[in-house]
């Protein structure tokens, strides 16, 4: 038996079309191209073509080209590019480290003190007979939270070398005083274990907040 075969006649086009319809028809041949042009990128990019250009790059400006901008991008290979490392201004106190102090340094001026006083959570400065010095206090739950206190705190000051006096104050307050004995006053070294202090955590040692209803 012999197979049938259909045969199907395109519709004929309207000559005479409606407004929207023409615009249709526009519409679909300038999607026709942007398609085409999109299809001839991506087999670009399947044959391992170039693909800087899919991103719409633009002619440079005039006053672009004057000022010779191209020189001056990471991809010249006459540019000098430098790697900068913080220095140790641009640090946080915290990740600093101790350095040794001469017995014949001079001790911070209080100016001095002031400003770096403002890069220390809870501490104040003294002014003493001995000098100044840095003190700062803590009101714990109960005189076991301040023991525990007192061993972090040693945990984290016993790496830098340089050691806060410690007092217990019964029941439950911890006192810490920071100076450089060897010259009578403040150092660096100072508001550095200050701030790495600051940086314990003390949440779970601090008394709990009422609520009032």
Known sequence: MAAAQLFFSPPLPNPHPAPNHRRWVQSSSILSRQNRASAGKFITRANGGDMLGDFGARDPFPAEVESRF????????????????????????????????????????????????KKVLGWRLLEEEGGLKLQCLWKLKDFGC??????????????SGHFPNLHLEHPNQVRAEL????IGGLTMNDFIVAAKIDAIKTSDLAPRKRVWA
């Not at 301040?146 to 790496?159: Q, S």
Request: aromatic share 2%; net charge negative; hydrophobic share 35%.
């Open 146 to 159: 301040g023991i525990e206190l007192i061993n972090r705190i040693h945990r984290v000051t016993e790496a």
């Open 179 to 182: 100076w450089s004995r060897t």
């Open 70 to 117: 191209g020189e001056k991008v990471l991809g010249n290979m006459d540019t000098e590019h430098k790697i900068l490392i913080p220095n140790i201004s641009a640090m946080s106190l915290a990740q600093q480290e101790c350095s040794p102090v001469s017995p014949v340094q001079p001790p911070m001026s209080k100016d001095d003190a002031q400003r770096l006083l």
